[in-house]
T-cell receptor, first 116, second 111 residues
Framework: NAGVTQTPKFQVLKTGQSMTLQCAQD?????MYWYRQDPGMGLRLIYY???????DKGEVPNGYNVSRLNKREFSLRLESAAPSQTSVYFC???????????????FGEGSWLTVV | LAKTTQPISMDSYEGQEVNITCSHN???????ITWYQQFPSQGPRFIIQ???TKVTNEVASLFIPADRKSSTLSLPRVSLSDTAVYYC????????????FGKGTRLSVIA
């Protein structure tokens, strides 16, 4: 199973350029997330989508936009990249399957973005 | 969202049992406690999840006292491959409220 797939894996952008990180999951999960992780730091939530058609801001949404295209796909867009957005970006998905089964977040492999 | 506090780092020798404690004083009634492990250059992966008392799986044990204001992840007989960052998360499992990661605990296992 592919799980959570995100592209591209590596990208270098110039300041002011725009780009979209793509994410798709094949587990039929309702909830999807975008996190960023700076070197030596924990993960910070950028945006999340509890279900198809809904999106909400996380801890650090400024400078980003998201689109929940359908149940499978959740994209993250940088409209005008800044050096402060240099980071590793992780897409994730999860599904609540009842109190006995819990809720596990599945992560993609990460996208390394450098803004120069 | 319940805030969690963990030690920033811990060191251990191979073969020892490691206990990482997480404090979550404002945990809500519907909140569960979940631990994730992250290796360098990889996304976090699920270790264990619980609501109260004790949960054990093939990888770890999770101890939760009656007041649920803290929890302890126990890793038996660690090896070098257990060197990673461990995150404690607290939240309901509905998916409507996202789980927020703190800075985690960096565990270094020494030979």
């Amino acid at each position: 199973n592919a799980g959570v797939t995100q592209t591209p894996k590596f990208q270098v952008l110039k300041t002011g350029q725009s780009m979209t990180l793509q994410c798709a999951q094949d587990m039929n999960h309702n909830s999807m997330y975008w996190y960023r992780q700076d070197p030596g730091m924990g993960l910070r939530l950028i945006y999340y989508s509890a279900s198809e058609g809904t999106t909400d801001k996380g801890e650090v949404p400024n400078g980003y936009n998201v689109s929940r295209l359908n149940k499978r796909e959740f994209s993250l867009r940088l409209e005008s990249a800044a050096p402060s957005q240099t980071s590793v970006y992780f897409c994730a998905s999860s599904e609540f399957r009842g109190t006995n089964s819990g809720n596990t977040i599945y992560f993609g492999e990460g996208s390394w973005l450098t803004v120069v | 969202l319940a805030k969690t506090t963990q030690p920033i780092s811990m060191d251990s020798y191979e073969g020892q049992e490691v206990n990482i404690t997480c404090s979550h004083n404002n945990i809500a009634t519907n909140d569960y406690i979940t631990w994730y492990q992250q290796f360098p250059s990889q996304g976090p992966r699920f270790i264990i999840q619980g609501y109260k008392t004790k949960v054990t799986n093939e990888v770890a044990s999770l101890f939760i006292p009656a007041d649920r204001k803290s929890s302890t992840l126990s890793l038996p007989r660690v090896s070098l491959s257990d060197t990673a960052v461990y995150y404690c998360l607290v939240g309901d499992l509905s998916g409507n409220t996202p789980l927020v990661f703190g800075k985690g605990t960096r565990l270094s296992v020494i030979a």
